[in-house]
């Protein structure tokens, strides 16, 4: 296999959290706690989980959003933190996002052809003409008419916004998507409009995806690889096949159990196990799955399992037997 | 209330319609909406935003946001006719008749009563009965809904807790009457899936404990496929079809309702392009003539563009409101 | 809790220390000082005696080490001598004081027990024709000035119509007992209740407007509450909650009003008396009075945040406290 267009290893993020009026610390968040993910050029990988698992943490600490509190990302190789300006800029202009709510992603007072230019200016791409060129040229990809590209967001639906976000991912020509639930805040219908395009612009361009979603359909669909997040860890990570086929973590089981299915007749008692996920602020000891873990073992409280198994890793003491 | 042999529908809404005057014009949110829910029964009602679905469950609550208006319909509930009340009535039925719960656990939930004590006013606005009393009925429903150590949670405020269990919170307010019908508007979107999964399988065990009829919301289509006994496809303000769960999903009959459950991507097809609905759902005020899925319709036709077709039976419980259908 | 109302205690004796010096200073850079009081009322004064006289009085000296062996004194519990009334000034504050604190606390009584019923209904009936009429009201008594408010009040009440008295705390000749005093009490409780009646009404109507499109108000009304219990039980105390503050921010507004209202009606109370104090002089008194506001206007924010979080349980000040009352 090719290298990598991006890895990340060992990242950790603990939020601190600020008590009473003054600021003491009164805990911290465990956003991440040392995660291991790689994607290749042309690939997508989904980070899945729920919400208070780190995948929007993940996400914003690749987009540089957020800086970790230890661990490297490396784009080509070359640690993005202590590389040259130049590469730096680099490797910045080629890893852009889209994210989950196009109603606040989008600056209400810029119209359309501004939004989409902005990375372009940011990058110091191209002159107005070349500008205004990409511009269109984008905006006609997403199936947004440049003749559009006047009016402002609050003029289209939530569709078409989500659109204009990802034409905006798309000018200057990156190499990486990072999407964060993309499609969560549009309806049903438009759901799979979306997602048909951002399969069509990866098989036309030979993007890389990092996918943030809650839905195991949604990582089936359109996921090479998969990491199952849960409490800052990932609990396991496998090729999108292997994962579905053989599901090894009892918690990417639960969800794959609780995930509806259309169709799929009334839900039977007993699939998920009882109990919620517990607080970042302050985790279980050892596994941090183990308090609802139907197959919890004595192991599972005391220590964290390590992810191993190389293509298909999983972090268990006790992982569900191969069907 | 037992009269000559057959028991009334647990809720029956019979030609309901829906208006929200606006500046440019009137805009009829439910359009002629019929549908009956028997006891112990689930009907899911599926559609997108503004398909009139939430608009539906607040107009049998009574509960329309100004300026919304019910312009047509009769809603009975275990036979007995509910619409057109005076406000002193529908709030005595309220709570106690019909249920409701919400979409947003926390916002639903006053921040500044603790959980236990917004559970026992729902029981004590309709019990003469003193504090101790209210207080063991929340404590015991607090248990029902499998909140863990009911006393200590009693006095936890809605910040305090976590989602599943506001929303665990607010089934147990609702229920706490046992009413005849429960109204669940997205109770579920808000969760996280596995809480989701959680939370169906708490009403399907407390319906079929308590018998009440459920009116289930939901834009999902997998969520109402796991609770509903039969479905009512929305678009646009009008019921589009309406059929047993299990028909409805082996069998559509409806462009619409084909469409949107072809779209849903499902665990095991990776390999095959989304069927994708064009175009988007119309405005309010802009609907096409006709069938107002006619623009979106691949088998639309001009006959679809002369009249709404209306929802009929084709000889079975399966009724779909397209003249298309049999060609299907 | 105590450990926060301790902190709270703590940088409000902080900012008074401040305040001390800054009105110290202020008050210094007045023109004109006792001794320049002392030449125009005894024309005999010679330049020496005043230099002489200075010197005695410590005028001489530079500001810091004046106000060092000020408030030297003062920590010790020696506030100084007022120098038109020729007592100390600790002695002289609390008759004042307790007539202010008759006045606002009754203004403000009446003005809460009007606003919040007001407030209610108006929400309530949002642009109905009784949220107009109170809405015009609240104008009027948000813009008319306290002075010719007064003004007027005097003109009907004691001129037009005398039936109460224009000014004083009791009748000349005494006697009057509690009957007299109440009947002193009518047109300044009046005055300022009118000025701070609208703006408190306009804090309730806005907060409830909010309040009542809430999702739990919804809630409320599907588990079958009724309109009155809606509003006052459901709605009121979630609105209670923004309009605490902004009322405890207002306070020094009140005081201000208040300092206007009693001059206008001579009624001898905390107003008067830092207003007299400053025109004529008399340092110690303008000093102790005015840093006695700024304490009061500190504590009223401290009751504010305090009732704040009593109000809503959202808000703890306690670090690893849960915020259960």
């Not at chain 2, 039925?93 to 009563?113: K, S, W």
Request: hydrophobic share 45%; charged share 20%.
């Amino acid at each position: 296999m090719t290298a990598p267009l991006l890895s990340a290893e060992g990242l950790f993020k603990h939020f601190p959290l600020r008590g009473g009026l003054f600021g003491r610390r009164a805990g911290k968040v465990h956003a991440l706690n040392g995660i291991d993910f790689a994607i290749w050029p042309g690939r997508t990988l989904a980070l899945v989980g729920e919400s208070g698992c780190g995948k929007t943490t993940a996400a914003r600490a690749v987009a540089g959003l957020i800086r970790p509190d230890a661990g490297r990302l490396l784009f080509r190789g070359k640690d993005v933190a202590t590389a040259s300006g130049n590469d730096r800029k680099s490797a910045r202009r080629a890893m852009q996002m889209v994210f989950q709510d196009p109603y606040g992603s989008l600056n209400p007072r810029l119209n359309v052809n501004a939004i989409v230019a902005e990375p372009l200016v940011i990058h110091g791409i191209g002159d107005g003409a070349a500008r205004r060129d990409r511009v269109a040229e984008v905006l006609a990809q997403v199936g947004i008419d440049p003749r559009d590209g006047e009016r402002y967001p609050h003029e289209f639906s939530g569709g078409q916004r989500q659109r204009i976000a990802i034409a905006r991912a798309l000018a200057p020509e990156p190499e990486l998507i990072i999407a964060d639930e993309p499609l969560s805040a549009l309806d049903v219908s438009i759901q799979s409009q979306v997602l048909n395009l951002l399969k069509d612009i990866q098989a036309a361009r030979g993007l890389a995806f990092l996918f943030i979603t809650h839905d195991l359909a949604v990582v089936d669909y359109f996921a090479d690889e998969v990491a199952v997040m849960y409490l800052g860890h990932i609990v396991e990570r496998a090729p999108r096949a292997a994962l579905f086929a053989a599901p090894r973590h009892p918690y990417t089981r639960t969800l794959l159990a609780a995930a509806p299915r259309p169709g799929g007749g009334k839900r039977r008692p007993g699939a998920v196990p009882a109990g919620e996920v517990p607080s970042p602020i302050d985790p279980p000891a050892g596994c941090p799955f183990h308090p609802r873990c139907p197959r919890a073992v004595s192991a599972c409280r005391e220590t964290m399992p390590i992810l191993s198994g190389g293509d298909h890793a999983f972090a268990c003491h006790n992982p569900e037997p191969v069907p | 209330m037992i009269n000559a042999g057959v028991a009334p529908p647990a809720l029956e809404v019979e030609d309901l319609a829906v208006v929200f005057p606006t500046r440019r014009g009137d805009v009829l949110a439910v359009a002629g909406v019929s549908y009956a829910i028997g006891r112990g029964r689930t009907l899911g009602i599926v559609g997108e935003s503004g398909s009139g679905k939430s608009m539906t469950a607040l107009a049998v609550m009574g509960l329309l946001p100004a300026p919304g208006r019910m312009t047509s319909g009769r809603i009975h509930v275990g036979g007995d006719l509910v619409s057109g009340l005076g406000e002193d009535d529908m709030t005595r039925i309220r709570g106690e008749r019909i249920g409701m719960i919400f979409q947003e656990p926390m916002t639903a939930l006053n921040p500044v009563f603790s959980v236990g004590a917004q559970i026992a006013e729902a029981w004590s606005l309709h019990r003469k009965a003193g504090r101790a009393e209210a207080r063991d009925a929340a404590l015991a429903l607090l248990d029902r809904v499998r909140i863990p150590e009911p006393s200590r949670r009693y006095d936890d405020y809605p910040h305090q807790i976590s989602g599943g269990q506001r929303q665990r919170a607010m089934i147990a307010m609702a229920l706490a009457c046992k009413p005849e019908v429960l109204i669940a508007d997205e109770p579920t979107t808000a969760l996280d899936v596995t809480i989701q999964a959680q939370i169906i399988e708490l009403l399907l065990e407390i319906q079929s404990e308590m018998g009440m009829a459920i009116q289930f919301i939901s834009h999902n289509l997998g969520v109402i496929s796991e609770i509903a006994d039969d479905v009512a496809v929305m678009y646009a303000g009008r019921i589009v079809e309406y059929a047993p769960s299990s028909r409805l999903f082996e069998s559509p009959r409806h462009p619409y309702t084909r469409a949107l459950i072809a779209t849903i991507p499902r665990v095991g097809a990776h390999d095959t392009r989304l069927p994708a609905i064009g175009g988007q759902v119309p405005h309010p005020l802009a609907l096409p003539p006709g069938c107002p899925f006619s623009d979106r319709c691949p088998l639309a036709d001009d006959d679809c563009r002369k009249a709404v077709p209306q929802l009929t039976t084709q000889g079975d419980a399966h009724r779909v409101a397209c003249i298309k259908a049999e060609a299907t | 809790m105590i450990r926060y109302i301790l902190q709270r205690l703590g940088e409000s004796a902080a900012v008074i220390a401040l305040m001390s010096f800054v009105i110290y200073a202020l008050i210094g850079l007045m023109p004109g000082d006792p001794i320049d009081l002392m030449i125009n009322s005894d024309p005999r004064l010679t330049p020496a005696d005043a230099a002489r006289l200075r010197a005695v009085y410590g005028l001489d000296r530079p500001l810091v080490d004046r106000y060092l062996s000020w408030a030297a004194a003062a920590i010790g519990g020696d506030f100084g001598n007022s120098r038109l009334h020729v007592r100390p000034v600790l002695d002289v504050m609390p008759g004042f004081l307790l007539n202010t604190v008759k006045l606002m606390g009754l203004s403000f009584i009446l003005s809460v027990a009007i606003a919040i019923p007001a407030g209610v209904i108006a929400a309530r009936r949002q642009n109905s024709r009784l949220d107009h009429v109170i809405n015009l009201l609240c104008f009027a008594g948000i813009s008319v000035p306290v002075f010719w408010l007064a003004l007027m009040l005097i003109i009907l009440f004691s001129v037009m119509m005398p039936i109460l008295p224009a000014s004083g705390i009791a009748s000349v000749g005494g006697g009057g007992g509690i009957m007299d005093a109440a009947r002193h009490l009518v047109l300044p409780v009046a005055t300022l209740t009118i000025f701070s009646v609208g703006s408190y009404t306009r804090f309730v109507r806005a907060a409830m407007i909010e309040v009542l499109r809430q999702d739990y108000i919804r809630t409320a009304r599907a588990k079958g509450a009724g309109p009155s219990r809606i509003v006052w039980v459901h709605a009121l105390r979630n609105a209670m909650i923004p309009v605490v503050t902004v009322i405890a921010l207002s306070f020094g507004t009140l005081f201000s009003g208040a300092l206007i209202t009693e001059t206008m009606f001579a009624y001898p109370g905390m107003g008067k008396l830092i207003y007299d104090s400053i025109m004529g002089n008399d340092y110690n008194m303008a000093l102790v009075t005015l840093l006695f506001a700024t304490a009061v206007t500190l504590a009223a924010n401290l009751l504010a945040d305090l009732a704040y979080a009593w109000l809503d349980p959202r808000i703890s000040y306690a670090a690893g406290e849960g915020a259960r009352p």
